[in-house]
């Protein structure tokens, strides 16, 4: 019956000091979440935007980087055409048509230019009617006709010409480069060189692309002038749009037949035959690109982590503090208040001692003269019977001189002050203040003081409080004819040793983590619940420790340890 | 044995007269009166071997009266009697040059024992 009315009542208190935790628990969430907010968003726009940045100049180098290689690599071909568009002119300056059609002539003119240009496949001479009159080369061409081709065609309108690459009649695929040596008589003869193309895969492979890139060159009408890894067979039509004729190479975010994201990349050469083709896959760029993106997420990440467990621990140490502080003024608050309501009360009680004190001394005297008055008159009626009446007078007097100087005792020890003491006499005192309630309800106290215990320094009237505030918790705990144990000894050279126990009620764990709160009370009706904290305050403020050790149904043990030396503390 | 003389200053008339009577049967001269300018007046006209002083009275405090004493009779003995529980006002009052002090109610004997401790002791 009586436990469940405490579990009940714990459990009251329990909700109470619960509502005072979620109080404090919104708070650090409040400051938790501001503090998130303020750091946590604009770390996250930051990482937006740089990762837009980023992302921005990640493709601007890619693109200015495929730009260079467009443009570096258009000028390789064009000087590679050019070397040899020169080199061919050169010799038809340089030779006139009849040492052109001698067979050995022009045999030593192709072993020279051969050993000093690459790619030159043939050599051959055509006279002003389209017939190859002499032909120095690895096929049979001695007599074609070329007057129907674009090569002869082409010649004739700008005097020099360099053909697209074709298979011709020799089913091989090169390129044709042809200049026109123009006489006033009219007859105009025609040196026609032929160049293989393996020279342009030379170029294209120095480019040094990595395996899912693909760069090659294709005409003005779209054919593959080279082969392509990924867009077909040399001479077939590539499957991507053809450019505008801009001299400048440039690059266009597209995607290809496959369906992949590509970079493709335009430069027409200068001859405006070929267009120089390169195509980057975007995969490449964005492999690096998460890459980048994915560090910048774990730095993002291992922040907000580290911001996180700061808040965490500081809004942690922040309420806590705030929560000490609140109590330490609570109690503070509670503790004035309370040596308020006993000071006046002690004023009180010395006014009254103070007064009953003169109408006592003339009882004293009163009666003492009655006393001298019969002592001296043996022969006196009933002379005994008022001798004893007076002295039981005398008696009442003095306990009522006792009862008035505890109260001026009690009054005096208000005041706070520092004096050598004996704790077991202040132990004995207390003792006499509950031995009357003890007494009607059979309780035994019992105490077992060590003998010549070392007298301290320390406030008697503050020692008597914490020892009465126990005393009266072990009272309330017993039922009638419990026990109460004090004991006292010297814990250490520095310390005195006080311990209060009793086979009383009890305390649940809870109740002990929570004793030494304010406003923590078992005693729903009767205790304020400040009782225990202010002891505790006290015996803080001594410079003591106070220990408890408790069992539900076996009692508890409260053990005071106070400095032989009070320490200074205001 | 001599007899001794000794003045009471108290303003409670009651505790006074019964007092002297008490002290009167055990042999004692005593003159008692009820306020600190009175025992003044008494003093100058005859001095007593001893004084028994209460502090607390109205008009002139014991206190004060004690001062004067002092500054007359330097080696005359001055017992306060005081209704406080505080030893404070005893302690002040030796302060100034009494012999001793006492809480009321008091207990004759010791009363007795004091004043001849305190003659003895200003001889």
């Known amino acids: ?570 | 044995m001599k007899v001794l003389k000794i003045l009471l200053v108290d303003d409670e008339q009651e505790f006074v007269t019964a007092l002297a009577e008490r002290l009167e049967l055990r042999g004692y001269e005593v003159r008692a009166v009820n306020s600190g300018e009175e025992a003044l007046q008494v003093l100058e006209a005859d001095v007593p071997q001893a004084v028994v002083l209460d502090l607390k009275m109205p008009g002139l405090s014991g206190l004060e009266v004690l001062k004067r004493i002092k500054e007359q009779f330097q080696s005359l003995p001055v017992l306060l009697l005081t209704g406080y529980g505080s030893t404070k006002d005893g302690m002040k009052g030796m302060q100034f040059g009494a012999y001793d002090y006492l809480m009321k109610p008091l207990n004759i004997d010791d009363l007795i024992t004091k004043v001849h401790e305190a003659v003895n002791a200003s001889q």
């Open chain 1, 1 to 570: 019956m009586k436990a469940k009315y405490l579990t009940t009542l714990i459990s009251r208190i329990r909700k109470g000091t619960g509502e005072n935790g979620n109080r404090y628990q919104k708070l650090r969430i409040r400051i938790a979440v501001g503090m998130f907010v303020v750091t946590i968003l604009p770390l996250s726009i930051m990482l937006v935007i740089n990762q837009h940045n980023f992302q921005k100049s990640l493709k601007q180098e890619t693109v200015s980087q495929l730009r260079t290689l467009a443009s570096k690599t258009k000028h390789s071909f064009e000087l590679f055409l050019q070397e040899r568009l020169s080199a061919v002119r050169y010799i038809a300056h340089a030779y006139n048509f009849e040492q052109l059609k001698s067979p050995d002539k022009l045999q030593e003119i192709f072993y020279t230019i051969q050993e000093n240009f690459s790619g030159f496949v043939d050599l051959g001479l055509i006279n002003p009617e389209g017939i190859q009159i002499n032909y120095i080369g690895p096929y049979d061409l001695l007599g074609k006709d070329y007057a129907q081709t674009d090569s002869y065609q082409g010649v004739q309108v700008s005097g020099d010409w360099i053909s697209e690459v074709f298979l011709g009649y020799r089913k091989f695929p090169h390129i044709v480069m042809a200049v026109e040596r123009r006489r006033a008589s009219g007859q105009n003869w025609i040196l026609r060189a032929s160049i293989d193309i393996d020279t342009f895969n030379e170029i294209l492979g120095a480019m040094g692309l990595d395996p899912e890139s693909d760069a090659f060159l294709i005409n003005q009408k779209g054919l593959l002038q080279t082969p392509s890894k990924f867009y077909g067979e040399i001479l077939t039509p590539v499957p991507l749009s053809v450019p505008p004729k801009t001299m400048q190479p440039f690059v266009r975010e597209t995607e290809d037949r496959q369906g992949r994201e590509i970079f493709l990349t335009y430069a027409n050469l200068a001859n405006q035959k070929f267009i120089l083709t390169i195509v980057k896959p975007k995969a490449s760029f964005y492999k690096s690109w998460y890459a980048l993106k994915g560090q910048m997420l774990l730095v993002f990440l291992i922040s907000v982590l580290l911001i996180s467990l700061v808040i965490f621990r500081l809004t942690g140490h922040m309420v806590r503090q705030i929560k000490d502080a609140d109590e330490k003024r609570e109690i503070a608050f509670r503790e004035l208040e309370h040596s308020h309501k006993l000071s006046s009360i002690g004023q009180m009680a010395a006014g009254v001692a103070h007064e009953v004190n003169n109408p006592l001394a003339i009882i004293n005297e009163k009666t003492g003269l009655m006393q001298d008055l019969l002592l001296a008159s043996p022969e006196m009626e009933k002379r005994d019977k008022f001798l004893s009446l007076a002295d039981s007078i005398l008696q009442s007097v003095e306990r009522a001189r006792g009862i008035t100087y505890r109260l001026l005792g009690f009054a005096r020890r208000l005041e706070s002050s520092s004096e050598a003491l004996d704790v077991n006499q202040v132990l004995n005192n207390v003792v006499g203040f509950i031995q009357k309630e003890a007494d009607d309800r059979n309780v035994s106290i019992q105490l077992d003081l060590q003998e010549s215990l070392d007298r301290i320094v320390s406030d008697q009237g503050q020692l008597e409080q914490v020892f009465l505030n126990i005393l009266n918790n072990a009272l309330a705990a017993v039922e009638d004819e419990g026990r109460i144990e004090i004991q006292s000894w010297e814990e250490s050279p520095e310390m005195i040793a006080v311990s209060i126990a009793d086979n009383g009620s009890g305390m649940s764990k809870e109740t002990m983590d929570h004793i030494f709160e304010p406003f923590f009370t078992t005693k729903k009706q009767f205790g304020t619940g400040l009782g225990l904290s202010i002891t505790y305050g006290i015996v803080k403020k001594l410079g003591g420790e106070i220990k408890v050790q408790s069992q539900i149904d076996v009692g508890s043990r409260f053990v005071i340890f106070i400095p032989k030396r009070q320490s200074v503390r205001s």
